[in-house]
């Protein structure tokens, strides 16, 4: 059994920042790529950074230069720093990792809520 729990969500002002961690538990053998993608009210989930196993990076155009991805394999953890936030980041956000366990698959965490106040 894979969990992922989040962590690090809450509320920051326009300008500020928040960290996201991300630990995953359970039968890991290894890790494809993890990632980080936020749902906002009413609109469809979308992707904000991923990160592979070789430490190759993807950012969405509407984070870069403002978000940074990275992990710890020794912690199995992903963390999301945002920097500049804007209104428009807020969103509930979601872990997700490209794993093997017994058999490969695709995990998401619960998602955690970050709101953005103007």
């Known amino acids: 059994q894979v969990q992922l729990v989040e962590s690090g969500g809450g509320l920051a002002q326009a300008g500020g920042s928040l960290t996201l961690s991300c630990a995953a538990s359970g039968n890991i053998f290894s890790f494809n790529a993890m990632g980080w993608y936020r749902q906002a009210p009413g609109k469809q989930r979308e992707l904000v950074a991923t990160?592979?196993?070789?430490?190759?990076?993807n950012y969405a155009d509407s984070v870069k230069g403002r978000f940074t991805i990275s992990r710890d394999n020794a912690k199995n953890t992903v963390y999301l720093q945002m920097n500049s936030l804007k209104p428009e980041d807020t969103a509930v956000y979601y872990c997700n990792a490209d794993l093997m366990s017994w058999v490969r698959g695709e995990y998401w965490g619960q998602g955690t809520q970050v709101t953005v106040s103007s």
């Open positions: 990160i592979t196993s070789g430490g190759s990076t």
